[in-house]
């Protein structure tokens, strides 16, 4: 369960685990990925700001104007890189759902691949690695937000690869870090570059990095090659790449006709309209119902004849209620050992939790899904380590897998704009913050 070598993640089946774990995210992402045909939630101002990204429309950049028809609306108030993304997706099937919702789906499968390579990272450990990214593709949140045109599966996956490189930089020799810096800065510049909530967790990783570098400058004797390594490459990892990324990002910003000076305002209005936003929505919540799973947001519905499909932005129960007592434990064991898993599972879970707590404005329960994978790796770290106690505990583990699993398929409907009776949808309303 430590950092400790394991033969076993050098075996062809781990090596090739990461891969079957991708394929099979995708079977299960994009099945009716085009159901409902219509803008879900948030899909009208990222999905229509994207369309209009390939139609060469200067004001999708900026919105200053209002959008051309109602119901629609421009994402000025975020990076674009997202958006980009999705406009990909349109640009290969059309202006349609499955066009809006192709990236999302595509990066969606690769978080799950990512959690299966961290958790490896962390743990050594094929079984919990195999166990964190089952779980993960068990999640009801995780999957809607895999299977709409908004922004935050990207965000969450960008931040997976950095949280992978930040591992690799703690553990590898310091006068070897060039290449962890190097992907960690690219990845944090990547998710910057797509919602500025990465701000949280990238500030932390650079604490981390800064410390380090730190207490090499006050080791000094026998440690000059590695400060020389972070003296150079933590400045370029921090500052110039996500910099560069984060400009790079702005290229059809420009190339529509918005100047230096259009690029130098945008800051201040998204963090005004960020600030200032007073709106008030009836499936808002605060931060701390995030891991009870107390409030779903309610994505979308179509009535049929006898039948009512939706879409609710809902994590999977028992996953999130274990969460909260499985990151607190994993995060006691490894700091006893001192071992620098725990930097990762702390800035992961906690650091990218807590800070909303700090954040005034509305807040949804799907801003907590950067956390999510976190969750996942803590509960899989105790499954297994259940399973492996044998008698009655590997009882308790696989009950607990089975429930997880059997929850995730009980409210898939409602996941995934399934068309259900109203019988049938009130047995899956449990609590009534949930209506």
């Known amino acids: 369960m ?3 070598h394991n033969p076993g993640t050098d075996g062809l089946a781990t090596r090739l685990l990461p891969a079957l774990m991708l394929v099979a995210a995708c079977v299960l992402y994009f099945q009716r990925l085009g159901v409902p045909q219509s803008y879900v939630f948030d899909e009208a101002y990222h999905a229509y700001t994207a369309a209009q990204y390939l139609a060469g429309n200067p004001e999708a950049f900026i919105g200053y104007k209002s959008p051309p028809r109602p119901g629609v609306g421009y994402t000025w108030n975020h990076p674009p890189v997202g958006l980009l993304l999705i406009s990909s997706g349109i640009g290969l099937f059309g202006d349609q759902a499955f066009g809006w919702r192709f990236a999302s789906a595509v990066f969606g499968a690769a978080g799950i691949a990512l959690t299966y390579l961290l958790a490896l990272s962390l743990t050594r450990s094929p079984p919990i ?37 930040l591992h690799r930089y703690l553990t590898v020799p310091p006068d070897r870090v060039r290449g962890p810096l190097l992907l960690t800065g690219a ?7 797509t919602k500025w909530n990465a701000l949280y967790p990238t500030a932390l990783i650079g604490a981390v990095i800064v410390a380090r570098t730190l207490r090499l400058w006050r080791a000094q004797q026998g440690s000059e090659p590695a400060l020389r390594q972070h003296l150079l490459w933590a400045p370029v990892a ?9 400009l790079a990002a702005y290229i059809p910003f420009f190339a529509v006709g918005h100047d230096f000076r259009e690029f130098l305002e945008l800051p ?73 898993a725990v930097v990762v599972l702390l800035i992961g879970f906690f650091g990218q939790w807590l800070p909303w707590a700090l954040v005034s ?13 976190f969750g ?20 308790v583990a696989a009950t607990y ?29 449990w609590f009534e913050s949930w209506r």
């Open 2 to 4: 430590g950092s400790s």
């Open 129 to 165: 690695a195999l166990c964190a990214g089952s779980l993960l593709l068990l999640d009801g949140l995780y999957f809607v937000q895999a299977r709409v045109g908004m922004l935050d599966i990207f965000v969450t996956t960008f931040l997976l690869a950095a949280f992978l490189g």
């Open 268 to 340: 201040r209005r998204i963090l005004g309209y960020h600030q200032h936003l007073g709106a008030r929505h009836q499936y808002q919540s605060p931060w701390w119902q995030w891991p009870l799973d107390l409030r779903p947001v309610w994505y979308h519905v179509t009535y049929g004849p006898g039948t009512i499909a939706n879409i609710y932005a809902l994590g999977t129960p028992l996953l999130y209620w274990a969460f909260l007592p499985a990151v607190t434990w994993l995060s006691w064991i490894w700091w006893r050992r001192r071992d620098p």
């Open 238 to 246: 921090l500052v110039l790449v996500p910099a560069a990324i984060y």
């Open 361 to 373: 404005r509305i807040t949804f329960i799907y801003y907590f899904l950067p956390a999510v994978p």
């Open 376 to 395: 996942a790796l803590a509960v899989a770290v105790a499954v297994v380590r259940l399973w492996e106690s044998g008698a009655w505990r590997r009882t």
């Open 187 to 193: 990845a944090l510049g990547l998710a910057l570059a």
């Open 401 to 429: 897998l089975a429930l997880v699993a059997f929850t995730f398929v009980f409210l898939h409907p409602i996941h995934a704009a399934v068309p259900l009776t109203r019988g049938q949808l009130e047995s899956k309303v």
